[in-house]
C-alpha cells in the first residue's frame, strides 16, 4: 500500500481518474487475492488498514478516484465462513456454499474447473463434496441463500462508507447457478464443461437489481463486471441505464480472437475481426450503455507482445494500440507497466511460473504426455503470469520494485524498458498516453462521439471518423509491419485538418493518398 502511495504523483502525472486494485484484502494467496479469507481485512504482504486509509485519503487528495475489486462468486476456503460450513451437514453456514452427496462413486456432477479438473472438492468430514469453480481453495458461495446476500451488501457497504468509489466485480455473472445443478450433456467446450448452467444464470439480474437497490444507487460510485460469455444482446441486460444493474463490463470476445475452443488453443487474430468486435459492441449498448475498453489486463498475456510488435516496433505499435484504446467511444482502462509499453516475459521454465491456472494446466497436459517444450511454448504466449511480473521502475537491481527477492521474476527487458528512461524520453509511450488522456478530456467529441467505420473489410488499416456537435475526429491506423494506404474521403481532404496526434513526425496536411509507415497511427480534428 506504501508503494502504491508513493507513485501516485507519477498516476497524477499520467492523468488518470481512477485506480482499479486488484484484491488487496486478507487471502492467502491461493489465486493472488482472488481467494479472500477476510473481506474486512488487508493482506499481510501489501500493509494494514491504516495503509488503506492512508492510500484512500492521498488519492482522494490527488483528485483520483479508488475502485476496489469484489471479489465475492467465492471466497477463500479459511474465511471464517467456510471454515464454519465445512464443520456438519447441519452447521448454520452449511447452505453459504453448495454442498452436496457424490454421484455414482463420483463428485456431483460433471463440471470442470476454469483451473483444470473437476469443480468440486470432496471433504471427508462430512463424506460430501462443495463446488468450487475456480480453485480448490475457491468455494463457490451460494447466492441463492439471503443471508449470503445480506452479508455480501453489509461488506460492501461498508467499504463504500469508508469512501471508495466503486467496485469491479469478478466473473460476477456466474453468481447465478441452475437449480439442482445438473449434469452438462455437451463435453465439448475446450474443457470447460457446465458453464450453461451457471454463466448468466437464472437469478443473476433479480441478485444484481437487488445489490442495485440496497446497496449502489445509495452512493456515487462506479461499478464494471467482469463477465466471461457474454454475447452485446446478453451484456445489454446488465448495463442498460433504465435496468439499475451495472455500469460498464468487461466482455471477453476479442479476448477469444486469437484462440479456439480454450484460451491454450493459439490461432493468429485477424484485424477484421476486431474491427468486427468492437463495432457491434459500439452499436449494441450506443445510447443505451457504456462500453469499457482494454487490450490486457492480469489475467491477459501483454497487449504489445500480442497484438502488436515487440521488437522492431514496440514503441509504435504500443502507441498505435493506445490510440485505439483512447478514441473510440468508452472508457478505456489501463493496465500498469501498458503506459510504457512493457511486454510479454520470457519464461525459461515451469519453475518461472507462479499462476494457479498456468500451473494446474501444465500438470493436466503433463499426465497427457506432453513435452516440456512444447508447453512452454503455449505458456510464453499465454500465461497470466506475463501480466504479473515485477513493475519496471528502473534499471536498478529488481527493476526498482522491490530490495528484497521478488515473488516472481522481472523481465530481463527492465534495463531497456522503464519508468525512469520513460519520463526521461520526450517521445516515449508514457507520454503519448498522458496527451491521449489530456486530450479525451480536452475534446468531448472523442468521448461522446458516434462512430462511422471506414475501410471496414481491410486486414491493415483500422480508420474511423467520430461525430460529436460541430466536432469531427479522423483516426487512422495502420496495424501491419508494411506501409498501409490510406485514401481519404473527399469531403476529409478538402478540409482543413488538425492533427490532434501521431506517433511518426507528420504535418498537418492530409493528401488524398496518405502512406502510413508500419504500425503508424495519427489523429485529426477535421
Ligand atoms: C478472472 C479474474 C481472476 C481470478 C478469477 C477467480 O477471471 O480476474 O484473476 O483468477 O476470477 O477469482
Known amino acids: 500500500m506504501s508503494g502504491i502511495i508513493e507513485k501516485l504523483d507519477y498516476l497524477q502525472e499520467l492523468g488518470v481518474d481512477v485506480i482499479w486494485l486488484n484484491p488487496i484484502y486478507k487471502s492467502p494467496n491461493a489465486d493472488n487475492g482472488y481467494d479472500i479469507s477476510d473481506y474486512y481485512d488487508i493482506m499481510d504482504e501489501f500493509g494494514t488498514m491504516e495503509d488503506f486509509d492512508r492510500l484512500l485519503n492521498e488519492a482522494h487528495k490527488r483528485g483520483i478516484k479508488i475502485v476496489m475489486d469484489l471479489v465475492v462468486n467465492h471466497t477463500s476456503d479459511e474465511h471464517k465462513w467456510f471454515l464454519e460450513s465445512r464443520k456438519s451437514k447441519d452447521n448454520s453456514y452449511r447452505d453459504f456454499y453448495f454442498w452436496r452427496p457424490g454421484k455414482n ?11 483444470s479438473g473437476p469443480a468440486w472438492e470432496y471433504n471427508d468430514l462430512t463424506g460430501e463434496y462443495y463446488l468450487h469453480l475456480f480453485a480448490v481453495k475457491q468455494p463457490d458461495l451460494n447466492w441463492d441463500n439471503p443471508k449470503v446476500r445480506q452479508e455480501i451488501y453489509k461488506m460492501m457497504k461498508w467499504w463504500l462508507d469508508k469512501g471508495i468509489d466503486g467496485f469491479r466485480m469478478d466473473v ?17 467446450h475446450g474443457g470447460l464443461i457446465g458453464f450453461k448452467y451457471y454463466a448468466n444464470g437464472p437469478r443473476v439480474h433479480e441478485y444484481l437489481q437487488e445489490m442495485n437497490r440496497e446497496v449502489l444507487s445509495k452512493y456515487d460510485i462506479m461499478t464494471v463486471g467482469e463477465t466471461p460469455f457474454v454475447s452485446p444482446e446478453i451484456a445489454k441486460l ?4 433504465d435496468r439499475n444493474e451495472l455500469n460498464m463490463l468487461f466482455h471477453f470476445e476479442h479476448m477469444d480472437m486469437d484462440c479456439s475452443g480454450s484460451k491454450w488453443n493459439v490461432k493468429p487474430w485477424k484485424l ?28 491477459q498475456p501483454r497487449m504489445v507482445s500480442r497484438f502488436g510488435n515487440d521488437k522492431e516496433y514496440r514503441v509504435e505499435s504500443a502507441k498505435l494500440l493506445a490510440t485505439l484504446l483512447h478514441t473510440w467511444q468508452g472508457t478505456p482502462y489501463i493496465y500498469q507497466g501498458e503506459e510504457i509499453g512493457m511486454t510479454n516475459c520470457k ?67 527492465y534495463k531497456e524498458i522503464n519508468v525512469k528512461k520513460a519520463l526521461e524520453d ?20 472523442i468521448v461522446y462521439g458516434d462512430v ?12 474511423y471518423t467520430r461525430n460529436y456537435e460541430d466536432e469531427r475526429l479522423l483516426v487512422i491506423m495502420n496495424f501491419s509491419e508494411e506501409e498501409g494506404e490510406f485514401l481519404a474521403p473527399k469531403e476529409i481532404f478538402t478540409q482543413k485538418p488538425e492533427l490532434l496526434i501521431s506517433n511518426y513526425e507528420v504535418d498537418d496536411n492530409i493528401q488524398e493518398k496518405i502512406v502510413l509507415k508500419p504500425f503508424e497511427a495519427r489523429v485529426y480534428k477535421i
Open 238 to 241: 446488465y448495463v442498460e441505464y
Open 105 to 115: 462413486g463420483g463428485p456431483p456432477n460433471n463440471w470442470t474447473s476454469f483451473f
Open 452 to 463: 462511422q467505420m471506414l475501410y471496414e473489410d481491410d486486414e491493415k488499416i483500422f480508420a
Open 426 to 445: 520526450k517521445n516515449s509511450v508514457f507520454y503519448y498516453y498522458k496527451k491521449l488522456i489530456e486530450l479525451r478530456k480536452k475534446h468531448p467529441v
Open 172 to 188: 460476477i455473472n456466474l453468481i447465478s447457478k441452475v437449480e439442482g445443478l445438473p449434469d452438462d450433456s455437451d463435453e465439448n
Open 272 to 299: 477484421t475481426d476486431l474491427k468486427k468486435i468492437m463495432y457491434k459492441w459500439y452499436l449494441a449498448l450506443k445510447d443505451k450503455g457504456w462500453n469499457s475498453l482494454y487490450l490486457n489486463n492480469h489475467d
Open 347 to 413: 519464461f525459461e521454465s515451469i519453475d518461472e511460473f507462479r499462476d494457479i491456472e498456468t500451473l494446474n494446466w501444465y500438470k493436466e497436459m503433463k499426465k497427457l504426455g506432453k513435452s516440456d517444450e512444447e508447453l512452454l511454448e503455449i505458456l510464453n504466449k499465454r500465461s497470466r503470469d506475463h501480466a504479473r511480473t515485477p513493475m519496471q521502475w528502473d534499471d536498478s537491481e529488481n527493476a526498482g520494485f522491490t530490495k528484497g527477492t521478488p515473488w516472481i521474476k522481472v523481465n530481463p527487458n
